[in-house]
Nanobody, 113 residues
Framework: QVQLVESGGGSVQAGGSLRLSCAVS?????LSWYRQAPGKEREFVSNINSDGTTYNIDSVKGRFAISQDNAKNTVYLQMNNLKPEDTAMYYC??????????WGQGTQVTVSA
């Protein structure tokens, strides 16, 4: 079983920065960040694989960066130059070692113009 706890969300002005954290317990080999704004479907944002390779969707490239701290078993999403359209509930999702998907509870990010 994999458990994930997100933190680091908050309210910022456009152009500001936040760093989201996802503390992971259990065996996993890949983690992704998703976001969901009111009235919209959940959207994939970024992922990191066990080999360290990363991917970001075009709308956040150059602004967001995913990374991990193996000692803390934590994955981060550094978000710079935030825009109002980034406002959403952000969730981390892990692919467990047995292939199942596990979701965190979410952390709210609100960006004011």
């Amino acid at each position: 079983q994999v458990q994930l706890v997100e933190s680091g969300g908050g309210s910022v002005q456009a152009g500001g920065s936040l760093r989201l954290s996802c503390a992971v317990s259990g065996c996993w080999y890949g983690l992704s960040w998703y976001r969901q704004a009111p009235g919209k479907e959940r959207e994939f944002v970024s992922n990191i694989n066990s080999d360290g390779t990363t991917y970001n969707i075009d709308s956040v490239k150059g602004r967001f960066a995913i990374s991990q701290d193996n000692a803390k078993n934590t994955v981060y999403l550094q978000m710079n130059n935030l825009k109002p359209e980034d406002t959403a509930m952000y969730y981390c999702k892990a692919v467990g070692c047995k292939g199942a998907e596990w979701w965190g509870q979410g952390t709210q990010v609100t960006v004011s113009a």
